[in-house]
C-alpha cells in the first residue's frame, strides 16, 4: 500500500515559479514510478510529467514541456515538480500518482496504469 501526500500549491502570478512536492509512504517508492497528473475545471485529467523508478528517463506533457521538471529523492521518498513560466492555462488540480508495477507495455502518460493517487494539491495561476 501506497499513500501519497502533496503539497506546494498556491495563488501566483502568470510568469511566476512554484514547486510541488509529493511525500510517498510504503517500501515501492524507489521501486515506482511517478508521475504528476493534472485536472482543470470541466477537463479530464491529463498527465503532466513522469519519472522512472531511478530517475533515470523523465516524460513531459508537450503544453508543460521546457517549463516543468520532475525529479525525485528516494533517499526522501518524495517527488518534486518543479513548475517555472506558470500560465493561466496551467490552473488545475495537480495529483501525483505511484506505480510499482514493472512492465516492458507500460505506458506513463496514460492514468489507467497508476494503481495509487494522492488526494491533490490546486494551483492557480492568474493572468
Known amino acids: 500500500q501506497v499513500q501519497l501526500v502533496e503539497s506546494g500549491g498556491g495563488l501566483v502570478q502568470a510568469g511566476g515559479s512554484l514547486r510541488l512536492s509529493c511525500a510517498a509512504s510504503?517500501?515501492?517508492?524507489?521501486?515506482?514510478?511517478m508521475a504528476w497528473f493534472r485536472q482543470a475545471p470541466g477537463k479530464a485529467r491529463e498527465f503532466a510529467a513522469a519519472i522512472s523508478r531511478l530517475g533515470v528517463s523523465t516524460y513531459y506533457a508537450d503544453s508543460v514541456k521546457g517549463r516543468f521538471t520532475v525529479s525525485r529523492d528516494n533517499t526522501k521518498n518524495t517527488v518534486y515538480l518543479q513548475m517555472n513560466n506558470l500560465k493561466p492555462e496551467d490552473t488545475a488540480v495537480y495529483y501525483c500518482?505511484?506505480?510499482?508495477?514493472?512492465?516492458?507495455?507500460?505506458?506513463?502518460?496514460?492514468?489507467?496504469?497508476?494503481?495509487?493517487w494522492g488526494q491533490g494539491t490546486q494551483v492557480t495561476v492568474s493572468s
Open positions: 500518482a505511484a506505480e510499482p508495477r514493472s512492465s516492458a507495455y507500460f505506458n506513463a502518460r496514460e492514468k489507467i496504469e497508476y494503481s495509487y
Open positions: 510504503g517500501r515501492t517508492f524507489s521501486q515506482s514510478t
